[in-house]
């Protein structure tokens, strides 16, 4: 699934109808104009910060909790290994001088 701002931005506006906080009281809060609040909600911009600022407010930092462990960066030799059920890491080969 693709999330872009727009989508972002109405799961978060859904996520404070159904907690049932005002716009305005989730601004002042969160110590941002209503009109930051409101181009969050609309996918117009904003900036990380806002937006986390915004979920604390909601109570709702598991929508970006769940993403980030759902996205933990493995390294590919990790991902490599995982997929072989490899458990043991491979040892380095050495050539023999001569």
């Not at 872009?4 to 799961?11: I, M, Q, S």
């Not at 002042?28 to 986390?52: C, F, Q, W």
Request: positive net charge; glycine residues 6%; without cysteine.
């Amino acid at each position: 699934m693709y999330l872009d701002e727009k989508k972002l931005g109405e799961a978060i506006r859904q996520y404070r109808i159904k907690k049932g906080l005002p716009l305005e009281e989730v601004a002042a809060k969160a110590n941002l104009s209503p009109v930051s609040v409101r181009a969050l909600e609309l996918g117009r911009g904003s900036t990380l910060k806002t937006t986390l600022k915004v979920l604390n407010i909601i109570d709702e930092t598991s929508f970006l909790l769940d993403w980030v462990d759902r996205n933990e960066a493995k390294s590919p030799m990790d991902v490599l290994r995982t997929s072989r059920k490899l458990t043991a890491k491979p040892k380095r080969v050495k050539r023999k001088k001569g």
